[in-house]
Structure formats: structure tokens, C-alpha cells
């Protein structure tokens, strides 16, 4: 089976606008490459992701689906299952590579040190065991067995932490509600006030009431303890609303990655503009604008730059050569042809109109229904070896980013604070 083939140099992001100066970072991913095997070849489902996240630090991973960020939460608690492996690079927690240790100093780590806030929390609870024997089974595992009344009384703290009343650890899961198994799920992730929490797409299923008490119960857990966090999620205006740092991912990759401030006014890559304009504003009536096109199918992405087929930009060398990550700012990384000939990144060109009363397709481009070569069969292919296995392909969806969630009031009043 082959391995990933190598791919263009990247450059760490090693700052941010509240690092700590001197300070080691708490969380170090350097070229994580996972992969997931078939029988007509390796799909890169992560391919040579790079960054950096300081104790306290809030990351929000966003793109479309099929982009790698589930793929990428699994990875970074080394929980990727055949068909996929972890195929190079290192995840280094606290000084410690976590994809080094062996399976009992890994199960020493989880929950104490890394923990994983999973989507889906019905599926993540046990549904014959009640709430408090599942959070105190999680804190014996590692701090050995204690006193029943001294656990019950930390149960109930924990819970009262994320909002939720003593009577709550006596319930079992398919007793509460959709927020509150989520919080519940939160309890138990943070009850051992981890270093790095990873939260993949925590408010999936929930309606955006309850999205915004969830991510508000995360911000408070998280600052209590001190943590940092990776937020793995689809909807820009929630992402922007919590994160200090957005990375974006599309076909594997990490395509941009920089302060949410300043990406948000000024982003440098392509793909990052188009999701910022596909989320609704209140103040325009009309279509949603989208993004044309689909996400390429992971066996047969096309050559030079993944996102050349969809791009507005695009230029002979984009369809030619993949793009290395560089610097385009303070603690800000792209990996995009424009730089750096471009200090930031230029108006559209005048063939392409983003229209939001116009058909979601890009005036002068013929990109709309076109199929690129092989496309279908690789897709079908895909399917039928990792379908059941729940490995990423790409697919249609989630063009106009945020739909379900903060519309674009929201993002501009987020630099009140989270």
C-alpha cells in the first residue's frame, strides 16, 4: 500500500496575538499526515498539517465536509481505527509525542491531559449506566479508588460547573435532553481539568439556543481551568464568536491559519473569503451566495492546488504546482500562489461576481457541473470500501458555511470578548 507522497514545505505557526512570550506551547502538530488505505490507493484525509497552540488558547478548525477535521480530533488522541492510520509527524502534548507512547502511558494521558468532547453524546454515553457512576468510573480510572462521599460531592461540583442540577448524576442518558447530555458529555471530558480539550463539533443536532448556552459552557470550563482548545466545527459565525485562532482545512490540508480578527477583516486565502461571504447576512436580502462546485474527491484530487477547479483566482501555475504554506502577516500562514507577489489578497477579478440574487454559480467560469476526471468512479469506489467505516470522502454540503448557526451580526460585534 503506498504511503502519502510528500508535499510542499510548511511553516509552523509558532505565535499568536496572547502567546505568552518565552512560554512553550502547549500543543506542537508538526506535519500530522493520516491516512486511510483501499484498494485503489491511500485517500489523505490529513495531509502535512502544521500549527502551534499556547496553554489558554482557543482553536476553531472550519471547512466543508470531507476537509479532515474529524479525522484530525481523532488523530491528535491518536483514536484513528483502520482502515485509517497515522501514517507520519508528531503530536507533541506538553513536550511529550503523543503518538510515541505506548497504549498504557497513552490511556494515562486521555482525559488528564488531552481530552476529547466528541460529537454525537448519546452515542458517547453508556445508556445502562447513570450519569454519576460513568464521571466517577473516568476520575478512579486515574486517580485510583477514594471515598464515595468525597466522590459523589465532586460528581455533583462537576456538574453544577456546566450547569446542570445535582439531580442530574442520578439520571440515565436517554433521561435528558439533547443540551443536556452534550453538557453532560462536557462534565465528563473536563473533570480532570485536562491541558488540551478537543471539541468536535460540539453543538451538532442542537438548535442554536442551545448551541450558544454549550459554547458558552465550554468558554467558562475552559478559562477555569486554563486550558487550551481545538474546535472542530461547519459554522464560521459560531467558530469566529469562540476562537482566538481559526485554521482552515479543505482536502487535508490546512490551507490558512491566523488570529480570527484579522482573518475575518482581511483574509489571505481564496477559500477563506468565499466561506466568510457564504454566511448570511441580516442585512441583505436575497440567495445565499455559495461556494460553486464541490470539494474533490480525495483519490483523485486534481494537480497543483486542490482548490484551483473552484477558485476565482486561479492561474496557470495554481493547476500546475501545490502551494507551500508561508507567512502572510504576524503569526498568519496560507498556502496560496498569490504570496508573496501579493501583500494581501487582491479584489476579485473582474470576470468573477459574487452575486447574492444570482444562480450559486461564478459569471466566467465554467466550473458548475463539470466533472473532473475520474471523479465519479473514484467517489463510488470510496464508498464502497469505507462507507461503513465512517472514513471521510468528500461530498456535496455545507457550501454556504453558518447557515445553521450566528449570521454575520454576530461576528461583527465578537471583538466584545467571548
Do not use: W
Amino acid at each position: 500500500m503506498n504511503e502519502p507522497s510528500p508535499s510542499p514545505a510548511v511553516v509552523p505557526v509558532t505565535s499568536s496575538p496572547i502567546a505568552t512570550a518565552g512560554t512553550a506551547p502547549i500543543l506542537q502538530v508538526q506535519d500530522l499526515q493520516v491516512a486511510y488505505g483501499t484498494s485503489v490507493g491511500d485517500v489523505r484525509a490529513v495531509d502535512h498539517v502544521s500549527f502551534t497552540l499556547q496553554a489558554g488558547q482557543r482553536l476553531g478548525l472550519i471547512g466543508e465536509s470531507g476537509s479532515g477535521k474529524t479525522t484530525m480530533a481523532t488523530a491528535l488522541m491518536r483514536l484513528t481505527r483502520p482502515p485509517g492510520r497515522i501514517a507520519g509527524g508528531k503530536v507533541i502534548l506538553d513536550g511529550t509525542d503523543l503518538l510515541q507512547l505506548d497504549d498504557n502511558a497513552l490511556r494515562k494521558v486521555r482525559l488528564r491531559e488531552i481530552a476529547l468532547v466528541p460529537q454525537g453524546a448519546m452515542n458517547s454515553l453508556n445508556p445502562v449506566m447513570r450519569v454519576e457512576d460513568q464521571m466517577i468510573d473516568a476520575i478512579v480510572a486515574h486517580e485510583g479508588k477514594q471515598n464515595g462521599k468525597a466522590l459523589s460531592a465532586r460528581v455533583t461540583a462537576q456538574l453544577a460547573r456546566v450547569g446542570l442540577p445535582p439531580q442530574v448524576a442520578r439520571r440515565y442518558p436517554h433521561e435528558l435532553s439533547g443540551g443536556m447530555k452534550q453538557r453532560t458529555v462536557m462534565a465528563i471530558s473536563t473533570v480532570l481539568n485536562p491541558k488540551v480539550i478537543v471539541a468536535d463539533e460540539p453543538t451538532s443536532a442542537l438548535d442554536v439556543v442551545v448551541q450558544r448556552q454549550v459554547m458558552q459552557t465550554l468558554g467558562r470550563i475552559q478559562e477555569g481551568i486554563g486550558s487550551a482548545v481545538v474546535l472542530i466545527g461547519h459554522d464560521m459565525g459560531l467558530i469566529a464568536q469562540f476562537a482566538d485562532l481559526i485554521g482552515v482545512m479543505y482536502a487535508g490540508r490546512l490551507v490558512e491559519f491566523g488570529p480570527v480578527d484579522e482573518m475575518l477583516l482581511s483574509p489571505r486565502h481564496p477559500y477563506t473569503r468565499m466561506l466568510i461571504e457564504s454566511i448570511p447576512k441580516l442585512t441583505v436580502k436575497g440567495r445565499l451566495v455559495g461556494i460553486p462546485g464541490l470539494p474533490p474527491a480525495l483519490l483523485s484530487l486534481p494537480p497543483g492546488c486542490s482548490f484551483s477547479p473552484r477558485c476565482p483566482y486561479v492561474f496557470d501555475r495554481c493547476r500546475t504546482e501545490a502551494p507551500a504554506s508561508q507567512p502572510v502577516g504576524s503569526g498568519r500562514v496560507a498556502a496560496c500562489h498569490l504570496y508573496p507577489d501579493n501583500a494581501t489578497l487582491p479584489p476579485l477579478p473582474s470576470s468573477v461576481v459574487l452575486d447574492p440574487n444570482a444562480p450559486l454559480a461564478m459569471v466566467g467560469t465554467a466550473m458548475e457541473g463539470v466533472e473532473e476526471p475520474g471523479r465519479a468512479e473514484a467517489e463510488a469506489t470510496l464508498a464502497d470500501e469505507l462507507g461503513a467505516q465512517g472514513a471521510p470522502h468528500a461530498a456535496a454540503g455545507d457550501s454556504a458555511m453558518g447557515v445553521t448557526g450566528l449570521a454575520q451580526s454576530d461576528i461583527d460585534e465578537l471583538h466584545g470578548g467571548h
